[in-house]
């Protein structure tokens, strides 16, 4: 009974100094970092740094952190991050946001709101610490502007993994559920149109394709390839799916088609046209053209085709194509 009474308290004690020296180690990290960035321009500010959680965790606060990156170009401040980290599994973390944000923007402030908001993330455990897997997930987000829009999600689930057995391939997933537009960006939307004021839901399953793979070496990854396995966005009465592949160029330019397949296309119709990327003299062509092409059930596949910087609905050209980097 010594014996085992001894072995215990031998270690509890390796244990305990592990642990000691585990959040030491976590502290002294988060500071070389941030320090690192600092030298690299980033303007970081914060109280404190502290770890608790023995004996099992690494939980980490910064107390009100403040961050500009080189570019000026915004400034993210809260009232504190927290960073979550089992002690026998420090490759995986959750980092917690509280229920406030600030985020300053060259031409406005933005508030952001929640009922929880967290991200997980993964590496694995070798030399270059690969990327493993990143989900984010949020519940009762808001964000308002002081220049008078505001959006707003019941919750919201956002997940990318290494593609397996593929290398630079990652899978990547999105799920909103009742999204709230800015009014202005609705009314705009809605003209002719019985759309209700909520997004039911928003979902987007696909893969991307990288120019290098995710690791502690990375530096300014670029995409190379989108495919649309199924994104779909549920409106009131609309209903909108979206499957197919765009290969993107050194300039950001896509090349590839996506097929858009949906009943309603009228609605469609007028909202594209309400948002400029169908012209109204068109419409009207569009639609006679979209009804010869509908099967019998009324659905409708229509390619949106992208090709040499410009991309068209079907033959109907919708200007340039957007830049993807």
């Known amino acids: 009974m010594k014996r085992l009474t001894l ?47 023995f004996p099992s965790r690494f939980d980490t606060t910064i107390d009100a952190p403040n961050v500009t990156p080189p570019d000026a170009r915004w400034t993210w401040q809260a009232p504190f991050l927290q960073v979550f980290a089992l002690s026998y599994q420090p490759n995986k973390i959750i980092a917690a946001f509280p229920n406030s944000q600030r985020l300053q923007l060259p031409t406005q402030k933005l508030s952001l709101t929640s009922d929880e908001l967290r991200v997980s993330a993964g590496v694995r455990p070798n030399a270059d610490l690969s990327f493993d897997a990143l989900t984010t997930e949020g519940a009762g987000v808001s964000v308002s502007s002081d220049i008078g829009w505001s959006i707003a999600l019941q919750n919201a689930l956002i997940a990318l993994r290494n593609t397996p057995d593929m290398d630079k ?34 979902t987007i399953n696909s893969q991307l ?70 012209q109204p003299g068109i419409a009207e062509t569009l639609r006679n053209m979209a009804g010869g092409l509908a099967n019998d059930a009324g659905v409708l596949e229509l390619p949106v085709s992208f090709g040499n910087g410009f991309m068209s609905l079907g033959p109907i050209p919708l200007g340039p194509a957007p830049r993807l980097r």
């Open 169 to 202: 391939s990652y899978d990547a997933y999105a799920q909103i559920n009742n999204l709230s537009l800015p009014s202005e960006f609705l009314k705009q939307l809605n003209q002719g149109n019985n759309l209700p004021a909520k997004i039911d839901s928003i």
């Open 209 to 278: 394709g990288l120019n290098q793979t995710l690791d502690r070496h990375t530096k300014n990854p670029q995409l190379q390839s989108i495919t649309l396995e199924n994104a779909q966005i549920v409106w009131g009465t609309l209903s909108v799916r979206a499957e197919g592949r765009v290969d993107i160029d050194s300039t950001g330019v896509p090349t590839g088609r996506i097929t858009l397949i949906t009943q309603d296309w009228r609605t469609m119709i007028d909202i594209l046209v309400s948002m400029g990327q169908v």
């Open 7 to 53: 072995l215990v308290l031998i270690v509890s004690a390796i244990y305990s100094t592990y642990w000691f020296v585990g959040a030491n180690t976590v502290e002294s990290r988060a500071v070389e970092s941030i320090a690192l960035a600092r030298s690299e321009g980033w303007d970081i500010a914060y109280d404190t740094i502290k770890t608790i959680g």
